[in-house]
């Protein structure tokens, strides 16, 4: 049996279901890539709101550095709005260095891990 001997019905269809799994396999590709992208951009929108809430907790954190500059030099240190100020001064600039710091780390890591698309 030749190609010669088919029908012309079954030679069309033979491109037509060639071109049918063509277009299915292509469908599924995408299907899968678009899990895969949905997945990263949830992944980037829950991350989002944690890092924002800490850059603006970190940007609190030096902006109340001056603040407790000048309560420092107006106020006797054994006082407790010196003692309270004095705290703040030591406390603010290290706790935004490292929140600031776990940030840049955390971008990093996800910048490392995520697939370059």
Known sequence: MSVN??????KTLIPLGLMALTVVAMVMLGASRLVGVSSNASD???NRDVAAFDIVKAG???????????????????SPVGLAAAKDFAHSPVAAEAMLLSL????????????ST
């Open 60 to 78: 609190r954190l030096i902006v109340q550095i001056p603040y407790a500059i000048s309560t420092t030099l107006l106020n006797d240190r054994e």
């Open 44 to 46: 980037i929108i829950e």
């Open 104 to 115: 840049a780390l955390i971008s990093a890591f996800q910048s490392i891990q995520a697939p």
């Open 5 to 10: 001997d088919l029908r012309l019905r079954t």
